[in-house]
């Protein structure tokens, strides 16, 4: 039994990874903490925990994780930062939600995050945590840096395409996304008031979006393509959870789409929570909401050569907790989707 | 023209009196304050109201309203209570949204809002604001109580039966109230986040909510009974405005629900913004939202000689700002309908 | 392996009941079917399913469920009753998610149902399959009669208090009830039009559900009481799945809280899927969504001396297809909640 | 005041008409008629009329609305195309809701609506009834053909740029489009019941959506370029009203986006209803809904040269009854916005 600790267990992340960990056959959750006062159940903060996970949850403290050999980090970025170097050096894996140790180049952390990066050696140990793209790093890795919701889904759905000699790089690609209110984080403000956010959607961050660059990042490393032309755009939509990603792609070469569905099926084979459907048409976030999976369409425009792909992921789960989890199971040398809802 | 102020124009009901107001015939808007740090537009808070409504809204200063002759105070109880001994002071008129000045007794009062009252001798000036009960009244006060959003339903329900020798008063009488979020304010509370009040129904202050007492009170007064074995329980349901109260009254003498739906219609003829319908089924919150209505359907359960009575309102409207909007257009002769939406 | 058939698979419980038992370990689909035209993929009806679940739904014929062993009915009343008879007839186990075997008395169902029972005889053998309060039957039988979504919560809430002897029988115990739109069925009728339901509640059925009855058999065959007075309005709210059910229930004796919640805590010390909480205010469809849970919270009011409480349970799986799995696992003395979520 | 007849007036659009008619101070509803099988109320169909509106709604026949010189035609199209050329035959002026003859092409027409158009010489003499771009002709035309629900948005959103020489026409515009779900009309079908919708948002009619002509064919209209590079992709979202638009635009000249702004305040500084927002982000359909206005926010992207426009209307009102009526207003000389929420 591999025995973990969550630190940050009192978010909605933290809680998926609860309830994930709990009922996983192969672990056993050490210890919980999170940034509250004092002690308290953890299904006092979560009521769908009574009597089925009443852990004690606690303020954290590095006496508490000490059994613990790997670590789940859920807080905010820059709590991580420190405290992935501590566990590091008391010989845990970790696995890492926030976004410290995502990016190779540490100019571009510090732009995007506003924010001095103390450790930037370790960042060329963390593997970004993409099972279906870097399994085998990942494997080999004691500091995974789980990747954001927004990347998750959308990388899932470019990767197969970029590398093939058919997108046209010196047009726009543009990515029009919607979340669910989830992805703000479990807190209270004015602009997550139920009221403001029912029967609502409006953009945010237009090309301002921190998870830019680590799309830009991946794209780059693992297609060996310059990127540039980018225009992403998030929105927040009327939904608890889950992301979908409408994405416009220029194409150099008309290729079929039956042709382009092959690179895509071929791609996931053995990546059993990736599944390409027909058409980007009806992708809908609520087949994969509670689940581990991403959904792909693909449709082209032959007027204007474009391929339109369409992505659903649940941003709690394959956009983080999840995610994470399937991590920690090729880590481990486990099956990939052990304790995951397919 | 009458000149209005309107204090605590920043909150969801604050916002309905600017829009009613700013449309209405006979009022000028004379000034917009709320608990700001520094003057602001209004359209700037609400973008709604941008290139229409754009007047300034300023932290609140006497001077600011000194121009008015009638305030309307949408402000937390407590903060009202001054304002009000002060506004009337300045021989202003009055309109109050808190619950301060809503209770004959100044001991329920303290009991139930667990603060001292500073003038509980203003208490017996105040009007309470329902209009299908209180006209004469209304017309010749300085300053009016608005009622609640939950009594504003309940009470339009009730009343009508209330003093008829028909009701069982030994037994109990149940009200099972849903209410939309934007009863709970314009602010960012955990409880509030969309991912909490989502897909989510939940009972709270059950049999201690601060407006059993309002609703007591107004049956004693105008029923002449000595009203016990009320149940009153509040649930936070998913939806933005609107209350629907389900009321279960025994009854001592078996009486045909055309009888019964008689009293009801007799009792509004004259008012234009309640409606009677012939089942307590189907009567539903959405179609009394955004207008200054309440709907009220009668059934009848033989076997146990029950009356089940449905009510709903909009709860920020005839719960609320429309309500206001009627007691001013009482107070000064206008048609009581004016600027509302049927 | 237990080789199980669906009859009705393309409905909202038939499609929680492939995904259960899909993943059961010790269950084996053999068929789906369902009121289709022609075979398709159930992965086809339901895209979450994709790749996952990809199995063939055919219409019904005898031939397709011949090797199974036990047979799960997802169908509407009258459709199940002559269905059922042929599986017994070939030496199945059945388990009925209808109405159809339900009641005890053929009067009642005729009434209830305004349809003529055609095999009376086989009522007697069929068992109420509500787990916790009939295990033993529910092991010994061939025929579950699934309990209906509405009783299951609200039978969990009252029956350990009505054998009692503190209930007060000659006064009104009062259910008001509160689903979310599931419950209605997978199907296009105006009434369930997204535009209808968001932001809505309404009551219907009034007193007139037939449900009551149900409620009514089992609380007379378990409590030996005969029980008139109760009120029971089902109100249809803007929430996907689950029911609240808020019960005012008269108390003859006035009995402290904490003795009574010992009677519950009693009654299900063995029975994990049910939680008692020590208030009845915020039990929430939200905490037992997506699991096979009751929520029970208990609250008095000495001043009516009543008892409230309120329970809650997904109307899918506790209400539906998770306690048809509950009965199967005790059917075949299998661990009670084997595949379902805690 | 102007006799009116709305046909089709129990639909979403038809509800509207009705609404805002009965309380225009200028209008009296003559006759309402409808696809229904007897003469019923309107209140019936809508209760949230009873007591306000109860007018009786018949079955189409010619008789009912001879005496009306005003038609508005809220019905499918097809249906539309043989009553408009009736009511013109009559002399009567017709406000035309469907798509029947909005397209100046009989050939676009049969294409995109697979149907034969029996009147192609009616054609020119329909006005495209955008009155922000078409004020003079609406005055004096007989025939509006009132625009699309996502034409009218996109078009406000995208015509005071196009005529400027700054767009790049060789690449892409792409507008990804949100509708709530009373854009697909009031009625019962799997895809619009509450759980199929409700926290879900997908692509549909991808690039083949028949308000895609209309878009081109306006803006080449009006800004005389012939546009090719356009794709639009529609998505249904879990509220009840309101489209929002993202599009980006290519710029082949980058100008700054004070300049761009001007060319909206300028174009728009007449049209009470358009507001210019000063950037993209924020823009919401909760701003505009229940409404007759439509926001629009502009935000450069200075490293693709891209400007991004986000607009909001309501569907059913500046994308349907809102704009219907405001073009009747400018057909009788009356101010534009009489009777049209601000």
Redesign the interface.
């Known amino acids: 039994m591999i025995k973990v600790s969550i630190i940050g267990a009192t978010g ?1 992340t933290g809680r998926e990874l609860v309830r994930i960990l709990h009922f996983h056959p192969e672990v056993k959750i050490d210890s919980l903490t999170a940034k509250i006062d004092e002690e308290c159940l953890i299904s006092d903060v ?3 925990f ?3 996970i009443d852990f004690k949850c606690s303020p954290f403290d590095k006496e508490i994780v000490k059994n613990s050999e790997l670590i789940f980090l859920a807080v905010p970025h820059g709590v991580s930062m420190k405290l992935v170097k501590q566990f590091l050096d008391d010989k845990k894996k970790v696995i890492d939600l926030s976004a410290d140790y995502r990016l190779n180049d540490v100019n571009d952390y510090e732009k995007w995050y506003n924010m001095k990066h103390l450790y930037p050696d370790i960042l060329k140990d963390a593997v970004y945590g993409l099972p279906e793209f870097k399994r085998q790093e990942i494997k080999n890795s004691n500091l995974i840096a789980n990747p954001g919701c927004f990347p998750t889904g959308i990388l899932l759905a470019l990767l197969p395409i970029m590398s093939q000699d058919i997108v046209s790089l010196n ?2 690609i ?1 990515i ?1 996304s ?1 979340t ?3 992805g703000a984080g ?22 301002r979006h921190q998870h830019i660059i680590e799309i830009i990042q991946q794209i780059e490393e693992l297609s060996s393509l310059y990127l ?4 992403f ?1 998030p ?1 927040i ?6 992301i ?1 990603n ?1 994405i ?1 792609v ?1 194409l150099s070469n008309m290729v079929s789409l039956d042709k382009i569905r092959e690179y895509y099926l071929k791609h996931y084979a053995r990546s ?1 929570f990736v ?1 390409i ?1 027909d ?13 581990n ?1 991403c ?1 792909i369409g693909l ?1 082209i ?1 032959e ?2 050569s ?1 391929l ?1 792909i ?1 992505s659903a992921v649940d941003n709690l789960l394959k956009g983080a907790a999840g995610q994470a989890v399937q991590n920690m199971n090729i880590m481990y040398g486990l099956d990939e989707g052990l304790g995951l809802v ?1």
Chains 1, 2, 3, 4 share one sequence.
């Open positions: 909605y979560f009521p769908s009574k009597g089925v047009k726009r543009i029009d919607k669910g209110a989830s479990r807190r209270g403000t004015l602009g997550l008031n139920f009221c403001e956010v029912d029967n609502n959607i409006k953009a945010y961050k237009i090309n540039k032309n980018l225009i755009v929105h939509a009327s939904f608890e959870r889950g979908l409408t416009y220029p059993e599944k459907f058409s980007a048409e009806n992708i809908a976030i609520k087949d994969v909401a509670n689940t999976k959904h449709s425009d007027e204007t474009s339109i369409v397919r």
